[in-house]
């Protein structure tokens, strides 16, 4: 993800904006300050940067096992409280397969 101008100017200002995808023609429905080229630059760059800190989140998402054998897993392990062991126990007798 590149960030966009319209990206910036809406982490900038917050409030009610319509801004197009290329950032041009804000409208600024909350009598927001419109920001300065430079600012709107130097969060373009914030932006990218917490973007690029997150790759290996998005690089290891889909590489984990899905999220409800991961539970399953859990559950027969015994590593749940006791409390949810039962919440556990309830749905699976509740809906056998």
């Known amino acids: 993800m590149i960030p966009t101008r319209a990206d910036a100017?809406?982490?900038?200002?917050?409030?009610?904006?319509?801004?197009r995808s290329d950032g041009s023609n804000a409208i600024y429905h909350d009598d927001q300050t419109?920001?300065?080229e430079a600012e709107i630059d130097a969060e373009i760059v914030r932006l990218q940067a917490e973007y690029d800190a997150l790759a290996y989140a998005r690089n290891r998402q889909p590489l984990y096992p899905d999220i409800g054998d991961q539970l399953d897993d859990l559950y027969h392990k015994g590593a749940f409280s006791a409390e949810m062991i039962?919440?556990?126990?309830?749905?699976k007798d509740d809906n056998p397969k």
């Open 9 to 19: 100017i809406r982490t900038l200002v917050g409030g009610q904006i319509t801004v």
């Open 34 to 36: 419109p920001p300065s």
């Open 86 to 91: 039962a919440k556990l126990k309830k749905v």
